[in-house]
């Protein structure tokens, strides 16, 4: 079975403070895909990254980034230099399989990530 | 382009009532997805429509929800003889469906209040 834990609750910031959120994972499958979605105020889940599991490669994308390390089973997402803007709930969550199949998505249980001025 | 849609936003009903949302993905995505984030148990997969295929129901809580997709196209979830516990925001999601497809987009949501 699947299963993704985001063992923190609750994180608080100064804003331009660099702030990692947490994701560990368990699959028995080989091919599995990781992702993070943001759910501001507004509710509605933002995509934001998507990894397979063949690619260990880290991502950057502006103030974002995301540490894939399968030796740990985690899928770690860094915002740096944060801004109020970031404050939302953060879910990383699973799929296995390849592409044709099921791919429901297993979610953790989100991070709330505040961020002060 | 447009987005997943839900309607109603809101929806308030009493315990014992039936209740239909209703989702409209995005057009051209094949796959379609419910969810249910609630407070308790947070962020759950309902039921899963790809094409023509057979839907997986295996996220469904209990025989009182059923859902249906006609045309490959808009869905509708519904809720038969709704129990508080119901109470939650219900989510739609779409996906291509196509190779190299698998980024769920999410709809706003309808949020459920069985009083």
């Known amino acids: 079975a699947q299963k993704v834990t985001q063992a923190q609750t609750e994180i608080s910031v100064v804003e331009k403070e660099d702030v990692t959120l947490d994701c560990v994972y368990e699959?028995?499958?080989?091919?599995?895909?990781l992702f993070w979605y943001k759910q501001p105020p507004s509710g509605e889940l933002v995509f934001l990254i998507r990894r397979n599991s063949f690619d260990e490669q880290n991502e950057i994308s502006g103030r974002y980034s995301w540490n894939f390390q399968k030796s740990t089973s985690s899928f770690n997402f860094t915002i740096t230099a944060s801004q109020v803007v970031d404050s939302a709930v953060y879910f990383c969550a699973l799929s296995e399989g390849y592409t044709g199949a099921n791919s429901k998505l297993t979610f953790g249980k989100g991070i709330t990530l505040s961020v002060r001025p | 382009g447009a987005g997943v849609s839900q309607s109603p936003s809101n929806k308030v009903t009493e315990k014992g009532k039936d209740v239909e949302l209703r989702c409209d993905p995005i057009s051209g995505h094949t796959a379609l997805y419910w969810y249910r984030q609630s407070l308790g148990q947070g962020l759950e997969f309902l039921i899963y429509?790809?094409?023509?295929?057979?839907?997986?129901k295996s996220g469904l809580p209990s025989d009182r929800f059923s859902a249906e997709r006609t045309g490959g196209s808009v869905s509708t979830l519904t809720i038969q003889r709704t129990q508080q516990e119901d109470s939650a925001v219900y989510l739609c999601a779409s996906r291509t469906g196509g190779a190299g497809s698998y980024e769920q987009y999410f709809g706003p949501g309808t949020r459920l209040t069985v009083t």
């Open positions: 699959t028995r499958d080989t091919t599995y895909y």
């Open positions: 429509f790809q094409g023509n295929s057979a839907p997986d």
